[in-house]
């Protein structure tokens, strides 16, 4: 059987993105490792993931002009990931005081509660509740 083990997004630089994902969502660093690319150059390989998830985020730095222009429009501005929170109230409140940045304020959906926000690298997440 297959499985999604790792999504890459693309940011500016791997620290800044690393705090951002542990400290501000509460994500696991699960790697951050020496690595080079494909001729030779020193990397990290850094990967991210929500407490207990098995499909993680490699955070990959941008190289070069062609890799720095995607950083943040990875998905031509649409939302293009979604992390699930039991407690939306607590989640929201602590991204808040953290400056996430919020496109808007919360709202209640059929499917639950829902915010969208941007990442550091300022691509377009939702976080989501369940219903109220």
Same mark, same amino acid.
Do not use: K
């Given at each position: 059987m297959a499985q999604m083990?790792?999504? #890459?997004i693309v940011v500016d630089a791997y620290d800044?993105?690393?705090r951002f994902f542990v400290d501000v969502l509460g994500f696991e660093l699960v790697e951050d490792?020496?690595?080079? #690319?494909?001729?030779g150059r020193p990397k990290r390989w850094v990967v991210v993931r929500p407490p207990g998830a098995e499909t993680g985020i490699l955070l990959a730095q941008a190289d070069g002009p062609e890799q720095q222009a995607v950083v943040g429009n990875q998905l031509a501005g649409r939302v293009g990931f979604f992390l699930t929170v039991d407690d939306f109230s607590e989640a929201y409140e602590r991204m808040?005081?953290?400056g996430v940045e919020f496109t808007s304020d919360p709202?209640?959906?059929p499917y639950g509660q829902v915010v969208v926000?941007?990442?550091i690298a300022g691509?377009?997440?939702?976080?989501?509740?369940?219903?109220?």
């Open positions: 083990h790792l999504v #890459t800044p993105a690393i490792s020496p690595s080079t #690319t494909n001729d808040r005081a953290a709202r209640s959906e926000f941007r990442d691509n377009l997440w939702d976080l989501l509740g369940p219903p109220i």
